[in-house]
């Protein structure tokens, strides 16, 4: 039996081998389920989950505004996508049914699954679906990630209540993949003709849950759907989700969430710690979930477009000069393992190359001697034609945990060593943003969540350094280089599994050899939940958790 939600994850503390494949698999014996831990028992129905989230309170509860992680977290409780992925990692039918190409991939026909409604009472049909893919290219919806995601997309026909005929601008073998997307998940389109005010407020899906009510900057609360129907049969329990209601809190400090935890007041936590995650390890009562994210790694991206680094040199020497992973090791007990990929680690075609990444001073004041930073001013700085080798960093609070935080500052003091200033500048999200649309940061962190390697695309072709309607751009590195667009056009085209594993591994060496990047380690996704919180670990496609087969115990 194949469990149509979750992608395969970690769950620590580590349970048997077999346990935790009962888990993954969705396979259980008819009258118990098995939760995280391996242990069984009989569902509850009933009862509240309290999840506290250390991420940014989302503007906007629809994921297609915008669409950052916060959004996808919350929406997977009450949105669905076409797609998903199952335990091994392979795209299947959600929402849809089936999807079909045609030779030259300019078509592709998408069949949508019957008999199942939204929550205000409409039917999803094909009609339903080519709403919601105009919602998210309409300019005014101020989409980002969806927005880029069907980009490709020219224009479309609900050919019968089942059949929505795309047409497409080029081949796009990524499209399954962005269809399993919580960015791209299907809303009411009664809903959407309200106006985006309302909808933001309470989004209407097709899900387990429902939106009931918003206190902003306090919680949402969420409450069962009692006529929801599983798409897939063999994905679950018949029936609604075991949970009464969900209430969504918003937590941003990290002490406070792992407090409120212990004490009781809540059930999980999102962005736990390192050091929470070690206290817990030897806390029978608290466990460990770690679902690392698709699509790109947590990294540090170097602007290209201005000095110093439109030296590839400076660049190089930049890398060289900072110690990443002894701050690894000293901070984040043994939570993260270092990356030396653009790709995450639960992507098959990413290529990792360690030899480009290694903490190496002489060799970085070779490098800065060669571009011409020679001089060392009084503070030891180097400086060229007068003017020190700064280097702007704004961080935002809300996406980079305190660890990581931690980790710039240590990469700050060793740079140092070696005569680069980084200035981290600590700033809300708005503020952040604000940095980045006016071109005034050299380095920058900036997570992105998407299914398969084509978000290489999105970070590095050239086209991302132009803003989407949210006035988000993606390629912060701002890379413009005609050969890598080539590759990547290449790569997201071909119906040749071989050679798109070739290109995309052209393209990410390039990435990787021009020092537009240093990568860290995979996107953080750590959850800690309490033990009496049951059968937690499926999650999207994207790794946001849901909690339909879940319930708690007494």
Known sequence: MTLARPLATRLLPAATALAAALVLAGCSPAATTPDASGESGSPVTGGTLVYASGDAEPACLDPHVGGNFPQALIASQYLESLYTKDADGALIPWLAEDSTVSDDGLTRIVKIRTGISFTDGTALNADAVKANFEHLLNPATTSSTGYLALGKIASMQAVDASTLELKLKSPDNSLLESFSMPWVAIESPTALKRSQADNCAAPVGTGPFKVESWKKQDSVKLVRNAGYVLPDPKAGHAGGAYLDTITW????????????????????????????????????????????????????????????????????????????????????????????????????????????FGYDRAKAAKLLDEAGWSQRDSEGYRVKDGTRLSLSFPVSTSQSIPAEQSLFEQMQATAK???????????????????????????????????????????????????????????????????????????????????????????????LEGYYLLPLYNQQNHFLYSAKLKNVGATTAVATPTFFDTWLSN
């Open 249 to 356: 809190r918003f937590i941003p400090e990290a002490a406070t969430r792992y407090a409120a935890l212990q004490a009781g007041e809540v059930q999980i936590i999102d962005n736990a710690q390192p050091d929470a995650i070690a206290a817990a390890e030897k806390n029978t009562s608290i466990k460990h979930l770690d679902a690392p994210r698709p699509g790109a790694s947590n990294r540090v991206e170097l602007n290209s477009s201005k000095p110093p680094f439109n030296d590839v040199l400076v660049r190089e020497a930049f890398i060289h000069a900072v110690n990443v992973n002894a701050s690894i090791d000293s901070l984040f007990f043994g939570t993260a393992v270092r990356s030396y990929s653009p790709l995450s680690s639960v992507e098959p075609l990413a290529l990792s190359e360690e030899s480009l």
């Open 417 to 511: 060593e070696s005569g680069l200033e980084i200035k981290i500048k600590l700033l809300d999200l708005s503020s952040w943003y604000g940095e980045l649309f006016t071109n005034n940061y050299n380095l920058v962190s900036a997570p992105y969540t998407k299914v398969g390697p084509s978000v290489l695309s999105v970070l590095f072709h050239s086209d991302s350094t132009i803003p989407a309607p949210s006035g988000y751009f993606a390629n912060l590195s701002q890379v413009k280089d005609p050969s890598l667009d080539a590759l990547l056009a290449a790569a997201g085209t071909t119906k040749d599994l071989a050679e798109r594993k070739d290109l995309y591994t052209q393209a990410q060496k390039k990435v």
